[in-house]
């Protein structure tokens, strides 16, 4: 018998799956269409993918070391067979090709534009459009290779089914439709994403399970074929492994029934009769061929080793590497420490904490179950943008009467009188359902040990996608099949254009009548998928909406059509390279002026722009004002090598008849405030330029009426406002005044929202009288006013406050809620930043500008047992000062006496909300997870706060900022707390109590030898003892500790103040534990005999021990003899 594959055989047989061409054909169209319309790096997790593919494409391999997995990004761990089949278009472009992709978390300055609020992951460009060059074409040509590994999933399923039920035909191209057009599935076959590969050999290993389990005899090539996908899958996703049950059922049940077939060699066969709702229900359990009368045992015996050898040829030396390389055996246990191997945190940390008995869920863990499965179920049929963009409730509702369907139509056969699986069905059963079960155990699984949005993924489940789409078009069919036997004159009545007219000739794919029905039912139940499921297919309805392309290219501007070409520079490495601009405009309409900015060098402060029209006296005619790309890309943001093409529109007032000239355009830069949370201009503008050309000329529009008395305009950008409209941070707004133009009036906008009052006023530095010649109009004829929307504004609607305002223009201000203080701190780094308070678990905050940096409090610490607490969460409060260009570095510290560290955390100002969109007087919290050493050494540590800003110019890289109160240099760090970290044994009771007391507040209270008695291998005497205080000390003492030989000669000692001086007497609290730790090593020449062990305290300055009592009686020497420990021969 032939196990190839369907399609293979004849070129006939095309013409007999045509339909199923034509799933594809539609597909592909859809899929390219997505592929190319998507915008780069905003599916999920396909930045990270193209991180890894880089790491391949530049190297030729995976990651073989975990400094080459950390290279490789967040994915390196994974499993590689993916990235080597599809990094050839990168390698072929070249790893290092320009221009590149502007990944947001790779610099902080790319939140800039978005304000941190963006979904996007990616900053999208005007290098992303056509023609492709650069990482842009390996990008989209990688993205390609997805589209053939989505064609296999769905030839897959279709053979799948149609093996299973080849009668009739509409439930294997169902199936097959189902996937080819599921929008998740569509969108993850358009993008770069290892699961689709995963999908594609799921599929063709489940095919070739359900083939083996129809053959009596499978050949050993299907075994090896089995072997090799099974291995195959696994180097793709490691989530495979899940099917290592599947596998051993397929295997089990083929062994069964070679067994049941050497018995009886010779099996019968019978016609198959036009299939009836009777012979679907039944699966096809076999189609016998002449191999199956020519089995015998040695053939039998043979089946399992072609699938071990092509498994562990596929699989095997890529598990034993990593195996051997990767594991933490030693360090997590056997079970977590093997799953290390496979790089996915998660799951490691999972199992460390289910093992433990700890808690497994991180903090971000705030998904119910509930919550949890809303996730997954919408997310399975549509999502995008790493689950932040979700279709319309109306969308998921049209799924969930389509499924219902489905699951109607399966309760409905159950129920019927139609006979029961079979015996030979019931293998097919188990298989389909053990598949789809084991794969929902690893997203249930996945929620167990981390209930984060990562774990609701519906795509999780698309491994199992053959059977989830039998399931749903086996179930349609019977939801059909009944309704045709019940109603079909009913349905006929209601649906009689479509059931007569429409749906036959678009059903004559049907070998025969006889499902006809059925099948009109079928297709009208597909509606509730089709119809939303072509809307979801629709980037412009739900995906591109929230991806701003800005008009930034790292082409240069001798390589742009520039009209008029220009070289002024305003700043450091940044100029105006030119302009584009039409010569004539009409009144009433705006100006369109494309600036074209470069920059060379990073910017350290923001700018507005000032353009006007001008006559020959000099007087604005028309204005625009406003910050760089209408907000959305201040100068800040911009890179090295950027070229701005930023286009504004300067709006002329609205006059009928104007007498004839021509103006100039006038350009001035203005820089920003620094200090100012508003925009407020500098004194004097940095760049003022005229242009002589071109002229431009401004005519009337005949068909526009005169301008009416007492009216006003607002403008915001090329358009003239009426209607409610949505502002986001750094917007201009152009109101144009022609009620009194005489006088310099600052108008403003109201916002009434739940009975709280503001107002939005407009900057009067920027008013401006307008002297357009209107025939028969005062001078000048409009007073011009900008708003630029600010961060400290509120929410909320607000509303022009003019009698003559549009009467249903409302402002919306999409802007991030942030809080605001008066300064009232004079200690700051740099004069930038203020650390207003510090906080920690179990204490109030701290007041920070209170604290000097020498009058440090050591009396009563807080303590912390990195045993118990081995992370300790910091929580700062800081206030901006000024506008900052550059992000920064907080780095806090541990350090003991020595400046040994025992903690440290150093990370990104701000994280996901950096210290560059920061506002002037806002006040930003953050918590830093502080990571105690886990061999920190016990005793007072000063917490060390400092802010560095990395320049690679800087001989070593990075700066500190100083940290300043008022003008006074304190240093580059801040100690404004200290902390004390307990031994691990603090709070036990001592292994050998002991009783003496130290003077009159001092007692040692027991003791700890790990090594007694000393033996003759001469091994450390490790000791500890166990200090009580009952008052504050006032001297710093030194502890003791002697080993004294039987000639009465010190033999071994080691002096030191507590805890190796890291914890000083005089730091000593009333009622205080201290576990003091020491070690003695004897010489080799020390003789043999009994050795004394001696303690005590002394006064490093006089030498004076203090007075020891045991039991009230004064001891010897003022020494506490511990014990007596023998040196044997």
């Given amino acids: 018998m032939s196990h190839s594959l369907p399609f293979t055989h004849h070129a006939s047989r095309i013409t007999h799956h045509a339909p199923l061409l034509l799933i594809l054909l539609l597909f592909s169209i859809l899929t390219l269409y997505q592929s190319i319309m998507l915008p780069l790096g905003e599916a999920d997790d396909e930045t990270d993918h193209y991180q890894y593919l880089r790491f391949v494409a530049r190297t030729g391999h995976p990651p073989f070391t975990a400094s080459e997995r950390d290279e490789a990004g967040f994915k390196g761990g994974l499993a590689p067979l993916y990235y080597w089949l599809t990094a050839w278009p990168i390698a072929l472009v070249g790893e290092q090709a320009q221009p590149d992709i502007r990944r947001v978390d790779a610099r902080p300055e790319r939140f800039i534009p978005s304000d941190g609020l963006g979904l996007n992951h990616v900053l999208h460009t005007l290098d992303e459009q056509w023609p492709w060059r650069g990482q842009i074409l390996a990008w989209h040509g990688v993205r390609f290779l997805s589209l053939p590994l989505a064609w296999v999933t769905i030839v897959a399923t279709y053979a799948l089914a149609h093996r299973l039920y080849p009668q009739p035909k509409i439930i294997a191209l169902g199936a097959a439709a189902f996937v080819a057009f599921l929008p998740r599935f569509v969108g993850s076959s358009a993008v770069i994403n290892d699961d689709n590969l995963v999908f594609a050999l799921t599929s063709l290993l489940l095919l070739v399970q359900v083939i083996i389990l129809q053959n009596a005899a499978p050949s050993p090539r299907l075994f090896a074929l089995f072997g090799a996908l099974f291995g195959l899958a696994l180097i793709t996703k490691y989530f495979s492994l899940i099917l290592i049950p599947e596998v051993i059922f397929t295997l089990v049940i083929a062994q069964v029934a070679s067994r049941r077939a050497r018995t009886d060699r010779r099996l019968e066969t019978e016609d198959r009769p036009i299939p009836t709702q009777k012979s679907i229900d039944t699966p096809h359990a076999s189609r016998l061929t002449p191999h199956a009368s020519r089995l015998t045992p040695h053939a039998s015996r043979l089946t399992l080793l072609p699938f071990f050898t092509a498994f562990l040829l596929t699989a095997g030396p890529w598990f034993g590497f990593i195996m051997l390389r990767f594991n933490r055996i030693g360090e997590l246990g056997f079970i977590p420490g093997l799953a290390a191997s496979l790089g996915e945190p998660q799951i490691t940390e999972g199992l460390v904490g289910l093992l433990s008995g700890q808690s497994v869920r991180p903090v971000a863990a705030t998904y119910s179950l509930a919550e949890w499965f809303s996730l997954l179920y919408r997310s399975f049929w549509f999502e995008f943008g790493w689950m932040r963009i979700f279709a319309p409730a109306w969308i998921y509702g049209l799924f969930t009467i389509f499924l219902f369907l489905a ?387 509120l929410p909320g609607p607000y509303f022009p406050d003019h009698p003559d305002a549009p009467p249903d223009l409302t402002l919306s201000l999409d802007l991030r809620q942030r809080a605001f203080a008066p300064i009232t701190s004079t200690l700051t780094f740099s004069h930038t930043l203020a650390p207003l308070s510090l906080e920690f678990p179990g204490q109030p905050p701290i007041n920070l500008p209170t604290l000097q940096p020498s009058n440090l409090p050591t009396s009563n610490p807080p303590t912390f047992q990195p045993s118990n607490l081995p992370t300790l969460p910091l929580t700062l409060r800081w206030q901006a000062r000024r506008w900052m260009a550059d992000p920064l570095i907080v780095a806090l510290k541990l350090l003991d006496k020595d400046f040994q560290v025992g903690a440290e955390h150093l990370a990104t100002l701000g994280d996901r909300y950096p210290n560059v969109l920061w506002v002037p007087t806002e006040v930003v919290e953050e918590t830093y997870p502080l990571h105690l050493k886990p061999d920190a050494p016990p005793g007072l540590y000063r917490l060390e706060i400092s802010l560095l800003r990395q320049d690679k110019n800087l001989p070593d890289g990075y700066e500190y900022l100083p940290l300043t109160d008022n003008e006074t240099n304190l240093g580059n760090n801040l100690y404004p707390l200290t902390f004390r970290l307990l031994d691990p044994a603090d709070g036990a009771p001592p292994p050998h109590p002991f009783s003496a007391q130290l003077g009159s507040a001092l007692h040692l209270v027991g003791y700890d030898l790990t090594s007694s008695p000393v033996s003759g291998l001469r091994s450390p005497v490790l000791l500890a003892l166990y200090w009580h205080s009952t008052a504050p000390l006032p001297t710093d003492y030194t502890v003791f500790t002697q080993l004294i030989g039987p000639d009465g000669q010190v033999w071994a000692q080691w002096d030191n103040p507590p805890q190796a001086g890291r914890y000083p007497t005089t730091a000593w609290a009333e009622q205080d534990s201290v576990v003091d730790r020491y070690t003695l090593t004897l010489p080799d020449d020390a003789p043999r005999g009994e050795y004394r062990l001696l303690v005590g305290m002394y006064d490093p300055v006089t030498g004076q021990r203090l007075p020891v009592t045991i039991n009230g009686q004064p001891q010897p020497d003022n020494a506490i003899e511990l014990t007596t420990l023998s040196l044997a021969p």
């Fill in 407 to 793: 699951i109607t139509g399966h309760v409905l056969h159950l129920t019927s009188s139609v006979s029961r699986t079979t015996h030979h069905a019931s293998r097919f059963t188990l298989l389909l359902s053990l598949h789809f079960a084991l794969f929902l155990a690893v997203v249930l699984a996945r929620y167990i040990l981390s209930a984060t949005i990562d774990t609701g993924q519906g795509r999780h489940l698309y491994p199992a996608l053959p059977v989830i789409a039998l399931f749903i078009s086996l179930g349609l069919y019977h939801f059909g099949f009944w309704t045709a036997l019940r109603g079909v004159d009913f349905g006929f009545k209601i649906f009689s254009f479509l059931a007569t007219r429409l749906l036959p000739p678009i059903l004559k794919i049907l070998p025969t009548p006889h499902h006809l029905p059925s099948s009109i039912f079928y297709l009208l139940s597909s509606i509730f998928f089709l119809l939303p499921a072509i809307f979801s297919l629709q980037p412009s309805a739900f995906s591109l909406p929230h991806y701003d392309t800005l008009p930034v290219t790292t082409t240069p501007p001798d390589n742009l059509p520039i009209a008029y070409r220009h070289d002024l520079p305003f700043a450091d490495g940044l100029a105006l390279a030119g302009f584009n601009t039409p010569a004539t405009v009409f009144t009433g309409d705006a100006l369109p002026v494309t600036l074209y900015w470069r920059a060379e060098k990073e910017a350290q402060q923001d700018y507005l722009i000032s353009l006007c029209l001008q006559d020959d006296n000099n007087l604005a005619v028309a204005c625009w004002t406003g910050p760089f790309a209408a907000g959305r890309y201040p100068a800040r943001a911009w890179e090295p090598g950027d070229t701005l093409a930023d286009t504004v529109f300067i709006p002329i007032p609205t006059c009928a008849r104007v007498l004839n000239q021509r103006y100039y355009l006038h350009l001035e830069v203005w820089p920003l405030a620094a200090d100012s949370p508003e925009p407020t201009l500098a004194e004097t503008p940095v760049l003022q330029q005229t242009f002589a050309q071109p002229l431009i000329a401004i005519r009337a529009d005949v068909s526009r009426p005169n301008i009416l008395p007492q009216t006003i305009e607002v403008w915001h950008g090329n358009r003239r406002l009426s209607q409610p409209t949505s502002i986001s941070l750094g917007q201009a707004l152009t109101w144009l005044d022609y009620t009194d133009p005489g006088q310099n009036k600052s108008p403003r906008f109201i916002r009434q929202a739940t009975g709280a009052f503001a107002e939005w006023s407009s900057l009067p530095a920027l008013n401006t009288a307008l002297f357009l010649p209107c025939d028969n109009s005062p001078e000048p004829f409009a007073q011009m006013a900008t708003f630029i929307a600010g961060p400290t504004l």
